[in-house]
């Protein structure tokens, strides 16, 4: 199932070369952690543990368990604290 | 997650909240109320320097007095290795915390930690702070912002190098960082414009004013096992920060949760705590410390102050086509301020399709930055609101109808990527329109300003256990401090979920062992968070309890449905039985298995973000410069209320505290930066008399992610609240306030000294 996903400037230039737009076949956030950390190594980690996940608008707090429909779009961004 | 349709029975409604006798009868305990047999007093000496090194502290006449059980420092902290940890935003570094509960090498600002001090008594205690040496060099100091980031500033850390630049700089500086975000075209974007006003801003740091004081009491065993009795916004996370600083496992600490006395994001980062326990361990007795007014000020987290510019770019229709803000924050001494917050939230009101945002986070010679009430957004909303309201006028068009044009909706690109989830600004902009003081007449020397704000609101891990009484009522138990009317939320889902009275639930804050684990009372996400991990488990014991009406009627479980507080045959064709009560079933529980009860846990998302607009109406004594707010009407998409009263609760609060950000808080410090008003005699929070009606108007658009339609509520209402008023000073006598606080001073200046009309 294919997903768009998109990174900001900062994860891209740290983790991908500046690839920031890819498109990647799965059907869970863990499905595309895994496919990111095949082809980027040491991304998974960071997106696991540092990032929140936007799924078609939706924040979620952790990337791991959340599921995609077909054609998502899938933004990581840092994770916020309130007060 | 499918939401209720039915009309609610307890959700919505206003009930009586379950904290209020031992409040009001002076029984509910504090984090100072809290001792133990055999309790020493702690206290702790603090720098009088705003900068200097420390050459060396000699402790010996202090340990040497008669009833002075204990007196540590640094040194007796563990090393902490210098790395980020954690996501960007609050990426922690314990090289830095374990430096700002105790110094090291250098004093960083008046008021910070040197030692600790436990004794039989405060006398005593005091007396040994006197007794201890402290050897300091005393360097030039950097307060402000703008001075930190000057070429020639004094180095708070002579080797920070910027993070976020590429190539990394090889001069250090005091940015600790830099972050930018960006959407667009600026430079197209820019050209299409008819209108563009570009403005420099400042706003001061200001403190989260709190009533309650930092106090704790900490018990450490000779078994290596410890407990804390503290109030927090966390008790989880209190846990988490000083067992870390102590070299503690996690399940050797416990911590229990205290009454709370106001927090508004102060009180998510720990002060007393890790000393306390470092000086009991060594005492080999409880230790209780209790800040004073002075060492809150002076010693705990305001948020950061600022200077920022903002420009704007508008089309003759009122289209916005360009927006760029460039904001720099102080961190104070440590590396961490809101910056990057300020940076997402800044224009996120508005659908603009080229946008630039670039943030600096910069320490300085103040107390660490901790979180206040949607940190960093109100301080860009301050910026960015003004900068609309000069450009409403220029293009003569009403403040509000401008805002509607250019409004984010749902699928609106955001700057830090994804495009917006969910909508509810567009209806707080028509609710102020529709509002029959928005267009009422105005006397001399008033005027009338609008502004908004935008809040993501949060999610994340929350806990929570129901347990089931013989009597039919059931204990809630959470770990979210209560801070906001907590207790009563969860007791009216609760009540909904079962579909029992409100009083017959009892909702409690369970201690670190007692629940799972809980992230703080902050972020505006306890109603949402915490409020489905109690849906979550009152519906795995309303399952249980369909079961055991099932073994007593002797059919199969799916036979049973739960309707209205009852269990009840799912059809004529599974017998004929009148309906079970709650009550009932909870009789016979040792009888059909033993107690019926439920945990649960979640990491939450799906939240939606908070949106605010607000109109105020204010006089200008144009005598003293003393600015009056009449009345003040907020409008807030709120999801669905489950308690509305605390839902106003929350709106008016926000606007108290941004009225006082706006008109009068600020930190003075003197040439040798030592801060010169650390009370709440000269630094002026806003008192009743101060305050006009703060009218709260709730958007109800349910959030369909949560069971019963919740958002968060507690924050979003501060963001508009200094650029409202500032807008209406400029309304009331042309003057454009481009600092806060707008103190009588500043604005009889602006008065006396800026003879032209300004927008």
Redesign the interface.
């Known amino acids: 199932m294919p997903t768009r996903v ?1 990174f ?3 994860l891209s ?1 740290r983790y991908t070369g500046g690839e920031n737009d890819l498109e990647i076949d799965a059907t869970s956030m863990r499905g595309v952690i895994r496919a990111l950390e095949e082809r980027f190594p040491g991304i998974g980690e960071h997106l696991e ?4 996940v ?1 799924i ?7 990337a791991y368990f ?1 599921p995609l429909k077909d054609g998502s ?1 899938i ?1 990581f ?7 | 997650m499918n939401q209720e349709v039915k009309p609610f029975k307890w959700i919505g409604t206003r009930q009586i909240r379950p904290d209020g006798v031992p409040k009001v009868t002076g029984t509910a305990k504090f984090g100072a109320d809290y001792s133990l047999p055999g309790s020493l007093v702690g206290r702790i000496l603090r720098s009088p320097h705003a900068h200097a090194l420390i050459k060396s502290i000699d402790t010996s006449k202090a340990e040497a007095l008669e009833g002075v059980k204990a007196v540590v420092t640094s040194d007796d902290f563990p090393n902490q290795n210098f790395e980020y940890i ?5 990426a922690v570094n314990f090289w830095h915390m374990t430096r700002n509960i105790l110094a090291r090498e250098k004093a960083l600002y008046e008021g910070h930690a040197i030692a600790g001090v436990a004794a039989v008594d405060a006398a005593t205690a005091a007396e040994a702070m006197a007794l201890i040496e402290v050897d300091y060099e005393v360097l030039p100091h950097a307060i402000d912002v703008d001075d930190a980031m000057a070429e020639d500033a004094p180095l708070l850390f002579e080797d920070m190098i910027t993070r ?1 630049v ?1 190539p990394a700089p090889t001069k250090p500086s005091n940015v600790s960082k830099i ?4 959407l667009g075209d600026m430079a197209a974007g820019f050209a299409e414009a008819d209108e563009v006003v570009e403005k420099d801003f400042k706003t001061a740091a200001v403190h ?1 004013g709190y009533i309650e004081p930092h106090a704790c009491l900490a018990r450490y065993d000779a078994d290596g096992q410890g407990e804390i009795w503290c109030s927090s916004q966390g008790h989880f996370v209190v846990r988490a920060l000083t067992a870390k600083l102590l070299g503690m496992k996690l399940g050797d600490l416990r911590v229990n949760p205290a009454e709370i006395g106001g927090g ?3 009180k ?1 980062v720990v002060y007393v705590e890790p000393v306390a326990m470092a000086l009991s361990k060594k005492a080999g007795h409880p230790v209780a410390i209790t800040m004073t007014r002075e060492e809150v000020f002076k010693s705990s987290g305001p948020t950061s102050g600022s200077s920022m510019t903002v420009k704007i770019g508008v089309k003759k229709d009122g289209t916005i086509t360009a927006a760029e803000g460039t904001f720099r924050f102080q961190a104070g001494a440590f590396p961490g301020s809101p910056v ?2 300020a940076c ?1 939230c800044a224009f996120a009101t508005y659908d603009i399709p080229n946008q630039h945002t670039v943030g600096y986070d910069v320490v300085c010679n103040r107390p660490k930055a901790a ?5 960093g957004s109100p301080i860009s909303a301050f910026g960015v609101e003004s900068v609309l309201d000069i450009l409403a006028k220029k293009i003569r068009m009403d403040p509000l109808e401008f805002r509607l044009k250019n409004a984010a909706d ?2 609106t690109s955001m700057v ?7 909508g509810g600004y567009k209806e707080t902009i028509k609710a102020l329109l529709d509002h029959p003081g928005y267009k009422a007449g105005l006397g001399p020397n008033q005027g009338r300003g609008a502004a908004s704000g935008y ?7 929350s806990g929570a256990t129901v347990h089931l009484n013989a009597d039919g009522t059931a204990v809630v138990a959470t770990g979210s401090p209560d801070i906001g009317g907590s207790r009563a939320s969860m007791a009216i889902m609760a009540a909904e979920t079962f579909g029992f009275d409100y009083d017959q639930v009892r909702a409690t804050v369970a201690d670190t062992t007692a629940v799972g684990y809980t992230h703080v009372t ?4 306890v109603t949402y968070a915490t409020g489905i991990a109690v849906v979550n488990a009152c519906k795995d014991a309303v399952d249980q309890l369909r079961a055991r009406a099932a073994m007593i009627w002797e059919v199969d479980v799916d036979g049973v449905v739960w309707e209205d507080g009852h269990a009840k045959p799912a059809g004529s064709n599974v017998g004929d039985f009148d309906p079970l009560s709650l009550k009932d079933i909870a009789a016979k529980m040792g009888a059909t298995g033993g107690a019926i009860g439920a945990s649960s846990t979640v ?5 939606a973000p908070g949106f605010a607009t607000q109109y105020c109406d204010v006089e200008v004594d144009p005598e003293t410069g003393k600015v009056t707010v009449l009345r003040f009407v907020a409008a807030q998409d709120v999801g669905r209320a489950i308690h509305p009263g605390y839902v106003d609760g929350q709106i008016q609060g926000g606007v108290a505290q941004g009225i006082g950000w706006a008109l009068n808080e600020e930190y003075i410090y003197d040439d040798k930066g030592r801060l010169q008003n650390a009370g709440f005699l000269d630094y002026r929070v806003p008192v009743a008399s101060d305050l006009p009606n703060i009218e709260s108007v709730q958007v109800e658009l349910p959030n369909p ?1 949560h069971p019963f339609g919740v958002k ?1 509520v ?2 979003v209402n501060i963001c508009p609240v200094m650029a409202a008023i500032s807008n209406a000073v400029a309304n009331a006598v042309g003057r454009r306030m481009d600092s806060l606080p707008m103190s009588p001073p500043k604005v009889l200046d602006a008065l006396d000294n800026r003879s032209a009309e300004e927008l």
């Not at chain 1, 078609?56 to 952790?62: A, F, K, N, Q, R």
């Not at chain 1, 840092?78 to 007060?83: A, D, I, R, S, T």
């Not at chain 2, 979180?371 to 940190?375: L, Q």
Request: hydrophobic share 25%; proline share 5%; aromatic share 8%.
């Open positions: 998109v900001s400037s900062s230039d543990e540092e990032t929140s936007a078609d608008g939706e924040i979620h707090e952790t959340q779009e933004f961004i840092p994770k916020l604290e309130g007060g | 954690g996501p960007e935003r609050v976020g590429e972050l930018e975000f960006t989260q508004f994001g102060g998510t990057m917050n997402m979180a206040y009430r949607a940190p749902v699928g830090y990527g994804p495009k917006l989830g969910h809040w993501f609101n949060g999610g994340g891990e902050g972020g505006s996400r990491n939450a998302g799906g939240q992610n968060g507690g924050e």
